[in-house]
Each structure stands twice: as C-alpha cells, then as structure tokens.
C-alpha cells in the first residue's frame, strides 16, 4: 500500500532528506505534502488524505508540540499517526509526547535504516 | 572548559559533519587555525529550559555550498545547492545543539531550542570569534570551522 505522508519541517533540507531516505528506505510513497509549519501542516491534514505525518519540534509559527495538541483536539490524531524527528534527545521530552498521543520519535541525523524500522513500527508493516 | 568536556565537545562536533554531510573534522588549536577568504557565514542557536546558552558555528562562504550538497546527497552543480546552502548549515546547528544538550547535561532535562539563524561576517569578525572563550577551532575537509558554546552558570 502507497502511503501519503505529510513532511511538516521548517527546514527544506530536512523535508528533502527525508523525502529521499523514505525512497532509500524502501518505503511504498504515494504522494508527499511538504509544510513548513505547523499550522500549514494542520491545515493539510485536515484537507487531505494523509497516512502518516514526520514533523519536527522546532518551528516559527507553530511548532510541533502544539500541532499535536490541535490535532488531537480535532480528534485527527487517531487517525493519523505522528512521527516526531527531532534534534532532542530528552528522555523526558519524548515520554511527554507519547503522552500527549506521538507515535514515534527518530532523532536527526537518521539513516534509512531507522526510518524504515520506524515506519513499519507504526503502520503496522 | 575542562578536558573532558572540551573532548565531548570535538567529539559530538566531529560525529554530526561525519553523520549528515560525510565530511571529516578534526579539532585544531585555535593558534592553527587560519582564516580563510573574508566572507563567512555565521550561525546561531539558543537554548533555555534546564540551562541557558547560545552556539554558534562559524565556516568561510565557499562552505556552505559542500554541505548543502553533502547533506542532500546531490552533485555540487545542482541547482538546490546555492538556494539551501543557508538552511543546511541552519540544520548541521540545530543537530549539533540538540546533541551537545543532551551529552554535555542530561537525557532527564528538557531544553527549548530556538529556531536557528544565520548572517554573514568578515575576516575581523571571524578573528573576534576565534579568540573567545568557549570557541574551539576545527578542520573539515580542509576548511576552517569555528564552534563557540556558552553556558550559563
């Protein structure tokens, strides 16, 4: 199955890599939405069909953290799952996004490897 | 900065240019390290949370466009190259910060990182810079590098 995956990262070097290591990976993608804040990214998700979302903590605008918290109030994160990639590596923090409903955290730089352990992990595969 | 901190330091320094450009660092003595051209690119990130602190990593102009090849995996004639060149070394500081945080500290306490920034400086600058306690010097690939961390107590 073709995945549509959402890229909310404000860095397009980052959504570039990670375009190209889901390719690496081996990872069946179907169409790749690229946003460069949260709030575009919300609005994305809540117009298209999305499969699965990467988005990092860290963006002006809106960051991670609160698209979570936006998506989970609008009842989308049930639906779709979050894939954190992060510069952190808080134990702590992480433990605090799985709780607000993240389903996996891959911190940066990330090989092809782990973002294909990762995925399969969360879709199911 | 004691040895060992100085040594971790290199270390996370060294592993992200390897890990997300696939170029190779080495620490210098800041008496070594020469300046290369007069136009450089500086960028910064700060931190607050846990502790609070700033990091800057300084490299000459002609740089920025090798790692931005290096980390999109392209050839240096790619026309993403020059458009990214600045947000690449935005990314290679976040990494780096991000690391150093949890290294240098805790993997319990939790850092807010600021949204990196980047702006050009010129040889006298760069000199400034290097003389600065808390800056380390550093040769990637043949270029010059400066790394500043600041903490504060």
């Keep these: 199955m073709a995945y549509n995956i959402l890229v909310v990262d404000d860095s397009a070097v ?15 993608v179907g169409q790749i939405f690229n946003a460069e804040n949260g709030q575009i990214g919300l609005d994305i998700a809540a117009s298209e069909w999305i499969d699965l979302i990467f988005a990092d903590i860290n963006m002006p605008i809106m960051g991670g953290i609160e698209m979570v918290e936006r998506l989970s109030e609008e009842g989308l994160l049930s639906t779709i799952p979050i894939i954190i990639v992060s510069t952190e590596g808080s134990v702590t923090r992480i433990a605090e996004l799985k709780k607000k409903g993240v389903a996996a955290y891959v911190r940066k730089p990330f090989t092809p490897e782990s973002i294909r352990e990762v995925v399969a992990q969360v879709m199911g595969d | 900065m004691d040895a060992e901190r100085i040594e971790l330091i290199e270390n996370v320094f060294c592993d992200v240019f390897e890990n997300l450009a696939f170029m190779f660092g080495e620490p210098i003595s800041k008496d070594g390290l020469e300046v290369n051209g007069n136009e450089h ?77 980047i702006k050009n400086i010129n040889s006298q600058e760069w000199s400034v810079w290097l003389k600065k306690e808390g800056s380390l010097g550093f040769i990637v690939d043949e270029y010059p590098v400066i790394l500043y961390l600041h903490m504060e107590d």
């Design chain 2, 41 to 117: 690119t500086q960028a910064h990130i700060s931190f607050d949370g846990a502790r609070t602190g700033e990091i800057m990593l300084i490299v000459s102009d002609d740089m920025c466009p090798e790692i931005a090849a290096n980390v999109l995996g392209v050839d240096p004639d790619d026309e993403q190259v020059n458009e990214l060149a600045g947000d690449a070394l935005r990314e290679m500081i976040n990494i780096i910060c991000g690391r150093l945080l949890t290294d240098l500290e805790s993997k319990n306490l939790v850092f807010d990182l600021s949204v990196p920034e």
């Design chain 1, 14 to 28: 980052v959504r570039a890599v990670i375009k190209k290591t889901l390719t690496l990976a081996g990872i069946d």
